[in-house]
């Protein structure tokens, strides 16, 4: 039995491995949490199921003493394109020479035991096995257990704002879970798993907070599993400017500016930051976005035109800028830092990320304390990017993203930004700015 249990843990730490390297990673040793947010991300674009960020760690290190739940494991074995997690054991079964192996072996086991199963069965028709059969059919009947997930589209999930555009704006959650069947029910926020909440049966409403505005995703789940999505679209219709500290369930700080704009950029003000009763000498991000409260353009196909440096307001190794356009779905975004730090570089269009620790991506690395010139070409979901007219990076996804739904530029010092240009494929404008000039 222990030999066994062994060689199913060495299964899983095989699969995990397969999933690193499908999913673009050469080391799971060495994966950030962003790297395993994107993991789990990506399990729960493709099969549904919900896995927890402490569950993928565990599993990453091989850090449990006992099996996964076989929901988490077949969730696993799904992502690599495998039915189940039957079937991912089968796949990798020893096949000696003369030896039958995978599915043959299972159907020549089914069929030794076929014969025992009718010979138990005949022996049950006696009166003393009846007697047995019928005891432990009520005892099961009337012992109380867990049931089965069941009855999903039975959910109900509605949510209101209390305010229009307000930040921080609190939302009022509707639902009903009663005719579902699952042992655990969760609101989830956004895309974000620090913003979870537990919810329980004969109860109805939730309300919470958003502090961020933007176009979120909040999720209804059912065990791991999501049952339901409602879009949440908080706008600003302006250049709206906060700070954030690199710690799980950080509270953002507004800043407070006269206009965001300075000498014809976008940007912010090391005085007004510091007003705004931000600690500069915290590992902060700084994020400007901009969220209209209408969007009609296609994420698939765009074209970004921007010219953007980073104003350093605490000494960092590697100051980095991102450019993000927001979408309805996944996300679209790009890193820059200079070339020694490279490793830190990451991209994501579509379902797919790419990081600098398994890519060399040393090309999109560049001063970034200096003026850039940088193109975002999306085209039929293939991606080209060019930084001072080089191109630096190509890239293509599968899944529709939705429609545009905001543009920001996020930074670990202050991001001045000269000019932004965003614009349809066929050239008709989605915003434009050159910010005062």
């Not at 950030?32 to 990506?42: M, N």
């Not at 974000?192 to 329980?200: G, L």
């Not at 014809?264 to 500069?280: A, F, H, T």
């Amino acid at each position: 039995m222990e030999a066994k249990a062994t060689s199913e843990r060495d299964l899983v730490k095989k699969c995990m491995t397969e999933l690193c390297s499908k999913a673009g990673f050469a080391d799971c040793q060495n994966m950030v949490q962003r790297d395993l947010e994107f993991l789990c991300d990506s399990i729960e674009a493709k099969t549904g199921v919900l896995i927890s960020l402490s569950t993928i760690k565990r599993l990453m290190n091989g850090q449990f003493s006992r099996l996964p739940q076989i929901a988490t494991l077949n969730a696993i074995s799904m992502f690599l394109g495998y039915q189940n997690w039957q079937e991912f054991k089968l796949s990798k079964a020893p096949a000696p020479n003369g030896s039958i192996n995978g599915a043959n072996k299972e159907k020549l086991a089914a069929q030794r035991t076929l014969p025992l199963l009718r010979f138990s069965y005949t022996r049950l028709l006696l009166p003393a096995g009846l007697l047995i059969f019928t005891a432990l059919g009520l005892f099961f009947m009337l012992k109380p257990g867990k049931h089965p997930p069941a009855n999903f589209e039975k959910a109900v999930f509605t949510v209101n704002k209390t305010t229009s555009n307000d930040l921080p704006n609190t939302v009022v959650f509707n639902y009903n879970i009663d005719d579902v069947n699952a042992d655990s029910f969760f609101i989830q926020q956004s895309w974000d798993r620090n913003r979870r909440v537990r919810i329980y049966k004969k109860s109805y409403t939730l309300t919470d907070i958003y502090y961020e505005p933007g176009y979120h995703n909040a999720k209804l789940i059912a065990n791991d599993q999501v049952i339901k999505t409602l879009p949440v679209s908080i706008p600003t219709d302006r250049w709206f400017f906060y700070a954030k500290e690199k710690i799980p369930r950080s509270i953002p700080k507004y800043i407070s500016l006269a206009n965001g704009f300075k000498d014809g950029k976008l940007g912010m003000d090391k005085d007004e930051i510091l007003n705004s009763q931000v600690d500069i000498q915290k590992e902060n991000t700084y994020i400007q976005v901009y969220f209209p409260s209408v969007f009609e353009s296609n994420s698939d196909n765009f074209i970004l035109n921007c010219r953007v440096r980073v104003n350093e307001l605490r000494h960092n190794f590697c100051p980095y800028f991102m450019c993000e356009v927001f979408c309805q779905k996944n996300f679209m975004f790009f890193t820059s830092t200079p070339k020694g730090c490279s490793s830190e570089i990451n991209a994501q269009y579509g379902e797919n990320f790419t990081s600098g620790k398994t890519h060399d991506l040393s090309a999109m690395g560049t001063d970034v304390k200096e003026w850039q010139d940088v193109e975002v070409n999306v085209k039929n979901r293939k991606v080209t990017i060019r930084i001072n007219k080089a191109e630096v990076f190509t890239t293509s996804y599968q899944e529709p993203s939705g429609l545009i739904t905001g543009l920001g530029f996020i930074s670990n010092g202050i991001c001045e930004v000269d000019f932004v240009s965003l614009k349809t494929q066929d050239g008709k404008s989605i915003y434009s700015n050159d910010f005062g000039k």
